[in-house]
T-cell receptor
Framework: AQTVTQSQPEMSVQEAETVTLSCTYD???????LFWYKQPPSRQMILVIR??????QNATENRFSVNFQKAAKSFSLKISDSQLGDAAMYFC?????????????FGKGTKLTVNP | EAQVTQNPRYLITVTGKKLTVTCSQN?????MSWYRQDPGLGLRQIYY???????DKGDVPEGYKVSRKEKRNFPLILESPSPNQTSLYFC?????????????FGAGSRLTVL
């Protein structure tokens, strides 16, 4: 079964600085998708960024970018120029590309604090 | 506005009193799913549905039922709730097909079973 591990239960960063959240996953599949979701205090699950495993280029969305290392099964999230509104719980998630329940397998999350 | 709507958002109930959490999406998505979120465990899938009248168990289905009579609705039923079902519940939907399609979540339903 696929698993997703987020080794940092909590992280903190100063406003305007850069922070990297770690995520590793375990799968025997070659084709899959990876996601980062943000959960602010409102509890809403908000997509931050997504990556298709067959694409070597790392995805970017404004201040958010990933470092996707397929061989190492690593998918870290970098937040540049951190803002107070970035404070949230961040979840890394995996989904296989074909077959199965199309479920997202989530990590346990990393709580990010942004200090002014 | 494209969205997934869950109700109720908050509910306190007692052991054994049947309840239903409704979920509706307006995006014509074939795929719908329920997750529960517990501290330190992340989100885990309860049930999913690939299309109308097609449902299947996820990772933690015990104590729950679902139905999919219409494409837009996917209610979660707790026939006899127990305290270990106290949790934050999310309904989600997604367009099926190739590509990194995004699972769109509802706002969550906080359930407490006394």
């Amino acid at each position: 079964a696929q698993t997703v591990t987020q080794s940092q239960p909590e992280m903190s960063v100063q406003e305007a600085e850069t922070v990297t959240l770690s995520c590793t996953y375990d799968t025997s599949e070659s084709d899959y998708y990876l996601f980062w979701y943000k959960q602010p205090p409102s509890r809403q699950m908000i997509l931050v960024i997504r990556q298709e495993a067959y694409k070597q280029q790392n995805a970017t969305e404004n201040r958010f970018s990933v470092n996707f290392q397929k061989a190492a099964k690593s998918f870290s999230l970098k937040i540049s120029d951190s803002q107070l509104g970035d404070a949230a719980m961040y979840f890394c998630a995996y989904r296989r590309a074909q077959g199965g329940s199309e479920k997202l397998v989530f990590g346990k999350g990393t709580k990010l604090t942004v200090n002014p | 506005e494209a969205q997934v709507t869950q109700n109720p958002r908050y509910l306190i109930t007692v052991t054994g009193k049947k309840l239903t959490v409704t979920c509706s999406q307006n995006m014509n998505h074939e795929y719908m799913s329920w997750y529960r979120q517990d501290p330190g465990l992340g989100l885990r899938q309860i049930y999913y549905s690939m299309n109308v009248e097609v449902t299947d168990k996820g990772d933690v289905p015990e104590g729950y039922k679902v139905s999919r009579k219409e494409k837009r609705n996917f209610p979660l039923i707790l026939e006899s709730p127990s305290p270990n079902q106290t949790s934050l519940y999310f309904c989600a939907s997604m367009e099926r097909g190739p590509g990194a399609n995004v699972l769109t979540f509802g706002a969550g339903s906080r359930l407490t079973v006394l």
